[in-house]
Nanobody
Framework: QVQLVESGGGLVQAGDSLRLSCAASGRTFNSYSMGWFRQAPGKEREFVAAINWSSRSTYYSGSVKGRFTISKDSAENTVYLQMNSLKPEDTAVYYC????????????????????WGQGTQVAVSS
């Protein structure tokens, strides 16, 4: 049974940093792209960042590029999202996802149709 468990969310002030973690278990995640999405109240879930299985390729949404960094510890089956210079508009529930990615690709925002999902972790940024 595949499980993705997020942690590390919390309440911070604008300009602060947080690091989210996603522990994956239940299968081998080689050839999987791992990603982070978020959903703010009243809004649709949106893509944040993704990384390919080898960690050589990453993909960021324009709203977080330069502030967030996605990384992966394959030995621990854990994916991280380092979030710096947080803004109130980053407030959302953050979800981890894993989806098969052929040829070691990093998946883009619309490529997660068969993804496994975590339960989410809340991030709140006050101004």
């Amino acid at each position: 049974q595949v499980q993705l468990v997020e942690s590390g969310g919390g309440l911070v002030q604008a300009g602060d940093s947080l690091r989210l973690s996603c522990a994956a278990s239940g299968r081998t995640f080689n050839s999987y792209s791992m990603g982070w999405f978020r959903q703010a109240p009243g809004k649709e879930r949106e893509f944040v960042a993704a990384i390919n299985w080898s960690s050589r390729s990453t993909y960021y949404s324009g709203s977080v590029k330069g502030r967030f960094t996605i990384s992966k510890d394959s030995a621990e089956n854990t994916v991280y999202l380092q979030m710096n210079s947080l803004k109130p508009e980053d407030t959302a529930v953050y979800y981890c996802a894993a989806n098969f990615a052929p040829f070691g690709a990093v998946l883009g925002p619309r490529d997660w149709k068969n993804a496994y999902w975590g339960q989410g972790t809340q991030v709140a940024v006050s101004s």
